[in-house]
């Protein structure tokens, strides 16, 4: 799990301004109908949707529980089962809060979920770091084909359907993530990480741990082997470096719904790689190359570093590559760079 933007509030209050532009007068414009219809039902819920409209549409995660919470204490209003979604109150609640149509508009138009991505720049999957999220759309109308990040809703929105446009609750990922994966788990910031809120930071990092000497390949006779690609005598494991149990058990239940444990134990050639280039470029390598091509080819030290392992090992760019999290970690654990 890596933060989105977390670099660039900026942009964020840029992406904000847009989100609330195009959404608002829409939506309190229909709200305003429902409420002023004679002896009409849900109005004081209707009220409380109008009155605090810009909390739910640009609203950090936070907000948007306590709001979730609100709703479902004060006025009752709960949709999670099918029965509850027959009602005439949860059709008229898609039809406020219009995700359809902002999910497929298209630029030249000034708003929806291309647009968003678009602005977001979220190069990278922040719920598995495993996939690259870039947005293609063909100026030429002969070709039609186009792609981007898929928008997960943090809150599922069938449950959540006045939550369906907020902005903080559409998670630009990649489509396993998003369709495979966590589908409509029931999500929320007490239970789950939110990649708007929360990382894997520095309290839970991949590791690699030695498997049972009965467990290993023919012709595997010793723990080195693996630096050789010999064979698989280690997994891929998660390091718990944290003291919060909150925090501790939000992690497990992303590794268990993202299946990362079982994800990332297929990029062990990822970590032979890593090894492979620790045993030949040394540090005085290292040292020498920055040496000549200093101020030419690399700013710094970090740059050689980063040229020799295909990634980022600072933590302020791991949005901005596959697997940066893992190459990090593991070059931390086997001390195989010093920065």
């Not at 449950?159 to 929320?188: H, V």
């Amino acid at each position: 799990m890596i933060l989105i933007n977390a670099d660039n509030q900026v942009k964020m209050a840029e992406v904000e301004r847009e989100h609330l532009k195009y959404f608002k007068t829409k939506i309190i414009r229909k709200l305003s109908f429902k409420i002023g219809i004679k002896h009409g039902r849900n109005k004081p819920f209707y009220t409380y949707l109008r009155d605090y409209i810009d909390d739910i549409l640009i609203g950090k995660p936070q907000r948007l529980d306590q709001i979730a919470k609100e709703i479902k204490g004060s006025y009752g209003v709960a949709f999670e089962d099918k029965s509850s979604r027959k009602t005439v109150l949860y059709r008229e609640l898609l039809q406020i809060f219009n995700y359809n149509t902002f999910v497929t508009s298209y630029p030249p138009a000034k708003w929806g979920a291309y647009q968003l991505v678009s602005k977001l720049n979220v190069k990278v999957c922040p719920y598995c770091n495993r996939q690259y999220t870039f947005m293609v759309i063909s100026d030429d109308p002969a070709y039609k084909g186009k792609t981007r990040a898929r928008l997960d809703h943090f809150y599922d929105k069938a449950t959540y359907p006045y939550l369906a446009t907020s902005l903080y609750n559409l998670i630009p990922c990649c489509s396993i993530c998003n369709s495979d994966l966590k589908g409509t788990e029931d999500f929320t910031i007490d239970t789950h990480l939110n990649p708007y809120v929360d990382e894997f930071g520095q309290y839970f990092k991949f590791g690699i741990d030695m498997v049972d000497k009965s467990k290993l390949e023919p012709g595997v006779t010793s723990r080195i082997d693996y630096l050789f690609g010999k064979g698989e005598e280690f997994e891929i494991v998660i390091r718990d470096k944290c003291t919060d149990p909150v925090l501790r058990q939000k992690v497990e239940n992303n590794l268990q719904v993202f299946k990362i444990k079982e994800l990332y134990n297929h990029h062990k050639d990822h970590v032979l790689d890593l090894i492979r280039k620790k045993v030949v470029y040394t540090e005085s390598q290292i040292d020498e190359l920055y040496s000549l091509y200093s101020g030419r080819l690399f700013s710094s030290r970090e740059d050689v570093i980063q040229m020799i392992t295909s990634n980022y090992v600072g933590h302020e760019n791991l949005d901005k590559k596959v697997l940066a999290k893992i190459t990090q970690d593991i070059c931390e654990e086997l001390e195989l760079y010093i920065l």
